[in-house]
């Protein structure tokens, strides 16, 4: 079974910065599509950047764009996520995985919790 641990997340004040990382324990080669994705409480989880096959192009949610930057190494088989400017609104789960099926199985996730 696949294995993703995502790590990097924590307690920051509005405007901080953070840079999550995801290792998975298969190769993330640069034919797979990744994504991150953030989950907060009482909603659904939604994707927030995206990646694409051969690392041609990002996709970001509105809410990210310009403060977010998706990235990868294939040959570590890492995922990151450099976060900046942070918002209260930010505060959620963050998970990496592949943007479309078949998913990997989820993995914890990493708590971001954007607070004065």
């Known amino acids: 079974q696949v294995q993703v641990v995502e790590s990097g997340g924590g307690l920051v004040q509005p405007g901080g910065s953070l840079r999550l990382s995801c290792v998975v324990s298969?190769?993330?080669?640069?034919?797979?599509?990744m994504g991150w994705y953030r989950q907060a409480p009482g909603k659904q989880r939604e994707l927030v950047a995206g990646?694409?096959?051969?690392?041609?192009?990002?996709i970001y949610v509105d809410s990210v764009t310009g403060r977010f930057t998706i990235s990868r190494d294939n040959d570590k088989k890492m995922m990151y996520l450099q976060m900046n400017d942070l918002k209260p609104d930010d505060t959620a789960v963050y998970y990496c995985?592949?943007?479309?099926?078949?998913?990997?199985?989820w993995g914890q996730g990493t708590q971001v919790t954007v607070s004065s």
């Open positions: 990646i694409s096959a051969g690392d041609v192009s990002t």
């Open positions: 995985n592949t943007r479309s099926p078949p998913y990997f199985s």
């Open positions: 298969v190769s993330i080669g640069s034919w797979r599509t």
